[in-house]
């Protein structure tokens, strides 16, 4: 049984950047997607971008563009999303996924990480 | 962009009675739609894919429908543990881009 197993919790102060990471523990990795995702305290789900770990093709959200970079270790099997330029807005919960359910090249989210929560604050 | 519209933004059930849950595509996405359960404190979890199949595990309580641009997600007699908040999220666009819709609470009558 495939999981996600996110690093643990960041404080961060603005300006500065975070790195989170996702291994994959008991299936394949480098075949399927991982996507990341964010959740604002008390809001919804907010798509950041993503990478297939085989090819290592990334493809970001244009909110994120040029401030997020997400990369893979096929290796150790995991993945990871660094974001900079912290300000106090990017507070959330920052989830990986990996999308193995696909059918005609579409592929859906599968499973979930268990969510690692970064606070920015000075 | 695509644009996913929910509705409603909070539905109010008693536990044994059905709800249906809409989702909206400001453009097609085919059957390329799913639904996620997020309760508090959790993350979130796959219930259905392609529109209308149920990921493992899943109760066949729980039923998608729909193709374009109108899907719902029908709970038939809710139970306790289903009480979350509900996203629908498309996954048609190739480069990939994801859109979530802003989720639907189902709670407690």
């Known amino acids: 049984q495939v999981q996600l197993v996110q690093s643990g919790a960041e404080v961060e102060k603005p300006g500065s950047s975070v790195k989170v990471s996702c291994k994959a523990t008991?299936?394949?990795?480098?075949?399927?997607?991982v996507t990341w995702v964010r959740q604002a305290p008390g809001q919804g789900l907010e798509w950041m971008g993503g990478?297939?770990?085989?090819?290592?093709?990334?493809y970001y959200a244009q909110n994120f563009q040029g401030r997020v970079t997400i990369t893979a270790n096929e290796s150790t099997s995991t993945a990871y999303m660094e974001l900079n330029s912290l300000r106090s807005d990017d507070t959330a919960l920052y989830f990986c996924?990996?999308?193995?359910?696909?059918?005609?090249?579409?592929?859906?989210?599968?499973?979930w990480g268990q969510g690692t929560r970064v606070i920015v604050s000075s | 962009e695509i644009v996913l519209t929910q509705s409603p933004a909070t539905l109010s059930v008693s536990p044994g009675e059905s709800a249906t849950l809409s989702c909206r595509a400001s453009?097609?996405?085919?059957?390329?739609l799913a639904w996620h359960q997020q309760k508090p404190g959790q993350a979130p979890r796959l219930l259905i894919y392609?529109?209308?199949t149920r990921a493992t595990g899943v109760p066949a309580r729980f039923s998608g429908n729909g193709s374009g641009t109108e899907f719902t997600l029908t709970i038939s007699s809710l139970q306790s543990e289903d009480f979350a908040v509900y996203y629908c999220?498309?996954?048609?666009?190739?480069?990939?881009?994801?859109?979530f819709g802003q989720g639907t609470k189902v709670e407690l009558k």
């Open positions: 996924a990996r999308e193995s359910y696909c059918t005609a090249g579409r592929c859906s989210i599968d499973i």
């Open positions: 999220q498309e996954y048609n666009n190739w480069p990939p881009t994801r859109t």
């Open positions: 008991g299936g394949t990795f480098s075949y399927y997607a």
């Open positions: 453009q097609s996405v085919n059957t390329n």
């Open positions: 392609a529109a209308s």
């Open positions: 990478i297939i770990p085989i090819f290592g093709t990334t």
